[in-house]
């Protein structure tokens, strides 16, 4: 799924998710074994997720990503939580997880490197912080694959979005 099909589907499930006390943190398309897989992740300020509230999701957006034929091929629809590896995507969840260890890939290299595993340090105007082995690093959240947060996380410290 390319960047403007992921974008129209974050805008058509995020007011839904929105409604129901979620939020979208994560979207794949994935062939897996011969099938297509939409996984979407979810997550909300407080609680966690559980099974129920994927399921609720599920249910919420399956007809509505069909009636608007975002998607041209069959596919099987999965909402997840976001489990022990968190991805990060948007500024709010770089914010919340600020003081967390995250690896993370761009689709360019930044500095002469392309994957980061380090200490997130901040982000400001599209710029992620990170220290990694001693050396501090700007990498624009623009050139971001993908991020996620390494190993437990401690929710006491988390910052609330």
């Known amino acids: 799924m390319n960047n403007s099909l ?18 979208l943190i994560e979207r794949d398309f994935l062939n897996e074994g011969g099938r297509w897989v939409l996984r ?6 407080e609680g966690g997720v559980t099974i129920a509230d994927c399921e609720r999701a599920s249910r919420a957006l399956e ?11 069959p596919y099987v629809l999965e909402v997840s939580s976001p489990g ?21 890939k761009t689709s360019a ?4 490197r392309s994957h980061y595993r380090g ?20 990498i624009p959240l623009a050139l971001l694959l993908r991020a996620h947060v390494i190993g437990k996380v401690d929710w006491k410290k988390t910052k609330k979005p």
């Open 6 to 23: 992921f974008s129209k589907l974050e805008q058509l499930v995020s007011p839904v998710l929105a409604n129901l006390g979620y939020r």
């Open 40 to 45: 979407l992740f979810i997550d909300r300020d």
């Open 63 to 73: 007809d509505l990503i069909e009636v608007e034929e975002i998607i041209d091929r």
């Open 84 to 104: 022990i590896d968190r991805p990060l995507r948007y500024e709010e969840d770089f914010r919340r997880f600020v003081g967390s260890e995250v690896k993370l």
């Open 109 to 112: 290299p930044v500095e002469g």
């Open 119 to 138: 200490t997130l340090e901040g982000i400001e105007g599209g710029l992620l912080r990170m220290l990694v082995d001693g050396q501090r690093y700007e």
